[in-house]
Structure formats: structure tokens, C-alpha cells
């Protein structure tokens, strides 16, 4: 299958396909996720110059950390008094997601010191809370790249209590999408090549897999399967972010994140 996006001022999904988005019986993609699938209207938009939203909305958005050493080796380096362990669990905002192009309000204000963060999340596609890391694949819809943007100063404050969430919580501090490419496309996940830039220089890169300290499948088990109650089990359109392989200060930056 194509990629899916939402798109338009008044927003609505589809499918790319080629230069054109096929406009999809459904109001929004977790709807699409919830029916395991839908049709198209007939009706088609050029994607040129085409204004792209969030892809989805999820009910909720699981994230975690820890999955990767680096990260875990630059939070030595900051000096936080809490290490990163895996298996952290926390909730995204998802009154905070922005699409392509949206801006990121530095809110001056409130922090001094802001990160961006490469990441990438998986869509999840059908309900589930008993289930095995040899199972977890089934449950996987797609996959979205996304920027996680953390107010470090705020997020240090926050772990002395061991709960963190309004660092990550503030408006715009989501980016996601463009699009929601589904496994078909995307093969082994721990084989993509993810990159960031900023103002057009590479930052960060490499293979997903080539320091995780969690595989794919453990950690879809591990947030969504034997270890979580029934009221927060995943749903179809949910998302489970997988946390940052390193990230970085930025302050009026443009920032690239890619696959």
C-alpha cells in the first residue's frame, strides 16, 4: 500500500499516489486503522503545494525511552542525576502534534534549553494485550518518523520526582509525519536508514538498529502486550514512539527529520 496522509485546511486523509492524493472514504486515518481499511471517494488533489497535517491523531500515544545506548551515553553527559533505563513508559500529548512545514514555538519563557530528538513510532493496527514479542509484528500498521522535541531544563526537574511529561507536552512540541508508510514498504524496520538535519547539514543517521538496546518486536510486547493493563492497552491508530537514538540543543533551527 501507498502512503497515508492527512492533508488541506480542513483536514482529510489519503493516499498518495504518484504525484496526486486519493482522497479516503473515512474522516480521519484512525478511523481508517479502526475499519481495517477504506475506500476511495474518486475524488483526487494534486500533492504539490498540498498542505500536510499530522497523519493521525491517536487516542494515545505511548512513548518510551532507553532503547538506544546512545542516548543513554549522552544523558551521563549532562549531567542528570536519573539514568535512562529501558522500559520508561510515559504518555504523549497529542494536543501537541504539528504536521510537515508547522513551526515549533520555542516558548522562551518557559525553558532554555531545547532538544530535538530523531524517532521513529509504530501505528499500531488492531487491539491487543496478550500477546509475545513473536506475535507483536501482527499488530503493526505502519510506521511515522517524528521529531520529539524535550525542554531538557524542565525534563531534569521533572525526574527528580521520577514522572515526566510536561517537557515534552508543550504545544508543537510533536512534530509528525509527513505520511504513514505501512510494512509492506517498509521491510525490516531495523534496517532504515533515518537521518536528521539541520539548516540542511546532517546531524544525525545510520541504521535504526545499530545501537538499539531493544529490538522492535520486544518493545511493541513489552508497552502493549503482558506488561500493561487492560486501560492502556493499545488500539487501532495508537501510536508507540521508540524512543531517541542521541539528541541535540537547538534554538531557531531548521530542522530536516527523514527516512
Given amino acids: 500500500?501507498?502512503?497515508?496522509?492527512?492533508?488541506?485546511?480542513?483536514p482529510r486523509p489519503g493516499r498518495i499516489e504518484g504525484d496526486e492524493i486519493s482522497v479516503l472514504d473515512v474522516p480521519d486515518l484512525r478511523t481508517y486503522f479502526e475499519r481495517g481499511g477504506a475506500d476511495e471517494t474518486g475524488e483526487a488533489v494534486p500533492l504539490?503545494?498540498?498542505r500536510l497535517r499530522p497523519p493521525i491523531v491517536p487516542r494515545k500515544f505511548f512513548h518510551t525511552a532507553g532503547n538506544f545506548r546512545e542516548h543513554?551515553?549522552?544523558?551521563?553527559?549532562?549531567?542528570?542525576?536519573h539514568e535512562i533505563a529501558p522500559w520508561i513508559v510515559f504518555f504523549?500529548?497529542?494536543d501537541a502534534l504539528i504536521g510537515q512545514d508547522d513551526p515549533v514555538i520555542?516558548?522562551?519563557?518557559?525553558?532554555q534549553e531545547l532538544d530535538y530528538e530523531l524517532e521513529l513510532a509504530v501505528v499500531i493496527g488492531k487491539a491487543g494485550t496478550w500477546f509475545g514479542p513473536e506475535e507483536a509484528a501482527d499488530y503493526v500498521a505502519g510506521y511515522v518518523i517524528f521529531n520529539d522535541i524535550t525542554a531538557r531544563d524542565i525534563q531534569r526537574r521533572e525526574m527528580r520526582s521520577g514522572v515526566f511529561s510536561f517537557c515534552k507536552a508543550i504545544d508543537t512540541f510533536c512534530p509528525l509525519g509527513p505520511w504513514i508508510v505501512?510494512?509492506?514498504?517498509?521491510?525490516?524496520?531495523?534496517a532504515l536508514q533515518m537521518e536528521l538535519r539541520v539548516h540542511g547539514h546532517s546531524v544525525r543517521g545510520g541504521r535504526l538498529l545499530?545501537?538499539?538496546?531493544?529490538?522492535?518486536?520486544?518493545?511493541?510486547?513489552r508497552d502493549g502486550g503482558r506488561d500493561r493493563e487492560d486501560r492502556r492497552a493499545p488500539e487501532p491508530g495508537d501510536l508507540l514512539a521508540r524512543g531517541p537514538r542521541r539528541a541535540a540543543p537547538a534554538h531557531g533551527a531548521l530542522v530536516e527529520v527523514r527516512r
Avoid: C
Fill in 182 to 190: 505501512t510494512p509492506d514498504e517498509i521491510g525490516d524496520p531495523h
Fill in 48 to 50: 504539490e503545494g498540498t
Fill in 1 to 10: 500500500m501507498p502512503r497515508l496522509v492527512t492533508f488541506g485546511d480542513d
Fill in 72 to 81: 543513554e551515553e549522552e544523558s551521563k553527559q549532562v549531567g542528570w542525576e
Fill in 92 to 94: 504523549q500529548n497529542v
Fill in 210 to 221: 545499530s545501537r538499539r538496546s531493544v529490538a522492535l518486536p520486544q518493545a511493541r510486547r
Fill in 106 to 111: 520555542y516558548p522562551e519563557h518557559l525553558t
